[in-house]
């Protein structure tokens, strides 16, 4: 038995030996392009990106991995519909100054359990899915000592992406094949997270609370997703405050009647923390989930954590607070005279 063993594992190995060789690829030779360029849409909102694979991006990673999703190995043997097992999704924010937006890269455990395969072969076992982390050298993974962390800076190699509600996605086309594959190159460590884009709710929607859909991505929700971005003087519904904890969706409204969705993401700190009460500020990631066409609608917020909402006075508090304050300098003016 323990002949058939070592006879199995180097099985294995010269397996995977080849397929690595098979799918080798010259990264230099490939196109580094823009965030942008790999975003850009139609005026119904589907994809218009027209460069095909291989791709490299470069970004700057704007989220921890599993502060958004649970990459916990969870292997089904049986076809479970939509049970994706572990997920990890990097969100890669662009730092090239005439570029804009972000990509996000994601991969599943079980992609036998999408209706379309509807067959467990599809899926990684669970120390197929550890070693998948630790060959990109995500939280989880095997071997991996420290993680790519928030605010480093990366190299993402896309053999494959696929276009999902709304936006251009690097993954492994649900296909668990070396083919496939996607690789994630860390630059630089602690390169430093980019300064949030400041947004009230009315720079995303119009007065009749509906997004401002712009398919050249030069202003609106368009323009932002991928990207950190920090909603200002909003607070959480009051049909939606109760729904507070890990993986909640929620509702952002401002003064004016304006509305968005904010998804919390699988940090454990949610479970024991408490809402905002109050009028707050919060940052996160910007995101489209559209399903249908045209995909003009369907943005949200992903919050990472409790410590990204932060507590501010009421609207109606400030611009008092600014007249009260602009009135006693023009006393204190007139009695300079």
Known sequence: MRGQSVRGWLTVA?????????????????????????QAVNPNGTSAYSGGFPIRLRGVVIANTEDWLD????????????????????????????????????????YGN???????????????WTAELGRLGLYGGDG??????????????????????????????HDPSPSKDFEVVLLQENYGMPAP???????????????????????????????LVTIRNVRLTAGTIGNWGRNATLM?????????????????????????????????????NDSTVPHDSGYRLLAMSPDDFVVVPEPSALVLAGAVFALAMRRRGAGRR
């Open 144 to 173: 991996v000592v420290r993680p790519i962390r928030r605010g480093d800076l990366v190299e993402v190699r896309a053999r494959m992406g696929l276009f999902y509600a709304g936006k251009m996605n690097v993954n492994e086309a």
């Open 71 to 110: 990459p916990t190995p969870a292997y089904t043997p049986t076809y479970q519909p939509w049970n994706l097992g572990g997920q990890a999704e990097l969100i890669v924010q662009a730092i090239d100054p005439d570029d804009f937006g972000g990509t996000y890269c994601w991969m599943g455990q079980n």
């Open 197 to 227: 884009a400041v947004l009230s709710l009315s720079d995303l929607k119009d007065s009749s609370d509906a997004f401002m859909f712009d398919a050249s991505r030069a202003t609106g929700p368009e323009h932002y997703h991928g990207m």
């Open 252 to 288: 952002l409204e401002d003064s004016t009647g304006r509305t968005l969705p904010v998804r919390l993401g699988n940090n454990p700190a949610f479970a024991s923390s408490v809402p905002p009460a109050d009028w707050f500020d919060v940052t996160g990631a910007f995101d489209q």
């Open 114 to 128: 999408v209706p379309w395969h509807a067959d467990p072969s599809w899926n990684y076992t669970n120390a197929q």
């Open 14 to 38: 010269l397996v995977g030996a080849l397929a690595a060789q098979t799918f080798a690829q010259d990264w230099d030779s490939v196109p580094l392009i823009k965030h942008s360029t790999y």
